[in-house]
């Protein structure tokens, strides 16, 4: 059974620094490409980051461009989102999700894990 574990979340303060992980398991992670999404209470799911199966490609929401970073760790069949300069508006349910492309919509995605909670505040 396919499955993806997220990991790395936490409170931080603003201007701090996390970095989450998406573990899958039932696949090899170099089989899709994978998303990073984010809900905040009472918002919709928006996409965040995408890479590509091969890690070439990447992409990024505005609104991170600069401060995430999205990338695959080969070694430890991870892919990892990095994120800096984190903001109280950053507070959210973050996923990680599978799809045979790197896309920011949210239909793209077949598979999803449950999600890891980041909380920025002081």
């Known amino acids: 059974q396919l499955q993806l574990v997220e990991s790395g979340g936490g409170l931080v303060q603003p201007g701090g620094s996390l970095r989450l992980s998406c573990a899958a398991s039932g696949f090899t992670m170099d089989s899709y490409a994978i998303g990073w999404f984010r809900q905040a209470p009472g918002k919709e799911r928006e996409g965040v980051s995408c890479?590509?199966?091969?890690?070439?490609?990447?992409n990024y929401a505005d609104s991170v461009k600069g401060r995430f970073t999205i990338s695959r760790d080969m070694a430890k069949k991870t892919v990892i989102l990095q994120m800096n300069s984190l903001k109280p508006e950053n507070t959210a349910i973050y996923y990680c999700?599978?799809?045979?492309?790197?896309?920011?919509?949210?239909?793209?995605?077949?598979?999803w894990g449950q999600g890891t909670q980041v909380t920025v505040s002081s």
């Open positions: 890479i590509s199966r091969s890690g070439v490609s990447t």
């Open positions: 999700g599978a799809s045979s492309i790197c896309s920011l919509r949210y239909g793209a995605y077949d598979y």
